[in-house]
């Protein structure tokens, strides 16, 4: 008779559990962690502060403004030159490349809180929506499929897949002028919080906040999280209409990547930012047409048919 082994099989499950890149990742996020308290406990100084802030702000600019609004929406246009800036700015945020984030977020949208969905929290719960999705072995490899407007520069798909030299730049940067502790809270402390709030994006704004507009999933607008992400929590209104520049849609929706970007396109490097027609800012509110998204109630989307309407939205908006 058989008798079962326990220890052998757990061995195999934690193996095939686990994937070497999600070793790494795993890894590589405790030691950003641990890098963050060995910050704290070194002490801080304003110069240090000021250098943290400092490379926080630029690199949530280059998500929102560059990965976000113009790689992922095309939602401005530049020059090649300036795209190119854009981008590696962007892999300084040690969040992939320009493409792969692009066509990670397509799917979003495309598929936003169903089983499709790369980062639902409706899904798969919080922490898979926050962090998982992303160290996970499921969505390492960039789609190129879904990004053919960006793939035709092979500047970009270089920088796509040697985007470990923004971090390497960075991490030079503030390193060598400013030492141990430049690097400590230059890079790894302002790193672990850029990575945090960006994130929240993709957990908390579809979970926390108010809906303006009768989007079918359960986006939401949070100022919160809007002053966090430099505009990014206006979610629900990015949702509605996902090809706008501008997220905060009213003059009281602060929204300051879209601050910069008015005055980028003053000085003319870019230019054609697009923004919500009159009757977008009118159609959907939930104030006249009720809550139509019925994720949020509870009730499992079946079949695609149902998300049918937003994805036809989504295939003109997106290229
Ligand atoms: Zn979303
Ligand atoms: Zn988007």
């Known amino acids: 008779m058989d008798v079962p082994d326990s220890k052998p099989s757990i061995t195999v499950v934690a193996a095939s559990k686990w994937s070497l890149s999600e070793l790494f990742h795993v890894a590589a996020l405790v030691a950003m962690h641990v890098g963050l308290v060995i910050a704290l406990v070194r002490g801080p100084t304003w110069r240090l502060v000021a ?19 113009y790689f992922s929406h095309r939602s401005f246009k530049t020059s ?21 984030w692009a066509a990670a977020h397509r799917v979003h949208h495309k ?21 998982g999705w ?8 960039t789609r190129l499929d879904l990004v053919p ?3 035709g ?11 470990v030299i923004g971090s390497a730049a960075l991490i030079a940067a503030v390193t060598i002028p400013f030492g141990f502790d430049g690097f400590l809270w230059g890079y790894v402390a302002s790193t672990v919080v850029l990575m945090h709030a960006t994130f929240t994006i993709n957990s908390l704004a579809h979970v926390w906040g108010s809906r303006r507009y009768a989007t079918k999933d359960t986006s939401r607008n949070n100022a919160f999280l809007a002053l966090l992400t430099l505009g990014e929590g206006w979610h629900n209104n990015h949702h509605h209409y996902m090809s706008s520049a501008n997220q905060g849609f009213f003059w009281w929706e602060i929204d300051i990547s879209f601050y910069v970007l008015r005055a980028l396109e003053k000085l003319g490097i870019v230019w054609d930012l697009r923004r919500p027609p009159e009757r977008i800012l009118r159609k959907d509110l939930i104030a ?12 499992e989307t079946t079949s695609e048919d149902d998300v049918a309407p937003s994805l036809a939205r989504t295939a003109t908006r997106v290229s």
């Open 51 to 69: 250098l943290a802030a400092a490379t926080y702000l630029v690199r949530m600019f280059a998500i929102t403004a560059a990965y976000h609004r």
């Open 80 to 100: 090649r030159i300036f795209q190119l800036v854009l981008a590696f700015l962007g892999t300084t945020a040690v969040q992939k490349g320009p493409l792969w």
């Open 111 to 131: 598929h936003s809180d169903t089983e499709r969905d790369v980062h639902s929290p409706l899904r798969r719960g919080f922490w898979y929506a926050h962090l």
């Open 134 to 141: 992303w160290m996970g072995k499921d969505h390492q490899e």
């Open 149 to 151: 407007d960006l793939a």
């Open 153 to 163: 520069y092979p500047e970009l798909r270089w920088l796509d897949r040697y985007h």
């Open 288 to 299: 006249e047409v009720g809550e139509r998204a019925p994720l949020l109630l509870g009730k």
